[in-house]
């Protein structure tokens, strides 16, 4: 089935423990992105990928870091998880970067940091 | 700074019509999504505009005014299953952003559809 999926569905995480959220996209999109959403705050972007080998910071970086070593996969690294990281998280995906493009979803990853 | 504001809660009755607006304020405009997203699950794509004026899809329609930085999303003989958060996106210009992709979202309208 194409599409996009994430890994874990859910997770409890002890503070100062390192987690990585993974995604992985099957429509050889070139471009790839992670969210976190928050109530009341909307979707906010951490990194995003405009194409395998190339990463950038989106709106809220700091704490998370990402790597794209293949079209397929983008994992999202937390080093050292605090509570304030606790969140849903979304990865998506989108056939270009160059031009706007809608974002396909994945399922997200619901994050609990204690 | 960027902003997008629309309304946090809407509420509305099977079969009737619903218009659910949205402003922006960004460094540039190289369009606007709206997406819809049912508790628990992942936003999907509705629409998207760039250009000023109505684009009509099925039973949902999207609204741009770009000189007054003014959307709106239309929804049509409303069904219990359009209860949902519907999500407005602005792709800021490629100047400020690094790539027409990197979204700026509101915060959602919760709309509640009644009998």
């Known amino acids: 089935i194409a599409g996009i999926t994430q890994a874990p569905t859910s997770q409890i995480l002890a503070a100062g423990r390192r987690m990585t959220l993974r995604c992985t996209q099957d429509m050889r999109h070139n471009a790839m992105y992670w969210y976190r959403q928050d109530l009341g705050l909307g979707l906010r972007l951490i990194h995003y990928s405009n194409t395998a080998g190339t990463t950038g910071k989106g709106e809220v970086p700091d704490g998370y870091s990402v790597s794209r070593a293949n079209t397929d996969d983008f994992p999202l690294t937390l080093a050292s998880a605090v509570p304030s990281q606790t969140s849903v998280y979304f990865c998506?995906?989108?056939?270009?970067?160059?031009?706007?493009?809608?974002?396909?979803f994945g399922p997200g990853t619901r994050l609990t940091v204690t | 700074g960027q902003n997008i504001d629309q309304p946090t809660e809407m509420t509305a009755t099977e079969g009737a019509i619903v218009q659910i607006n949205c402003t922006y304020q960004?460094?540039?405009?190289?369009?606007l999504f709206w997406y819809q997203q049912h508790a628990g699950e992942a936003p999907t794509f509705l629409s998207y505009n760039v250009l000023d004026g109505l684009e009509e899809k099925g039973r949902f329609s999207s609204f741009l005014s770009r000189s007054k930085g003014y959307s709106y999303l239309l929804l049509k003989e409303l069904q219990m299953k359009d209860s949902a958060s519907y999500l407005c996106a602005v792709s800021p210009s490629l100047r400020f952003s690094g790539g027409y992709n990197k979204l700026i979202f509101g915060a959602g309208t919760r709309l509640a559809v009644h009998p």
């Open positions: 998506a995906s989108s056939e270009q970067f160059d031009k706007s493009y809608e974002q396909y």
């Open positions: 960004t460094s540039g405009f190289n369009g």
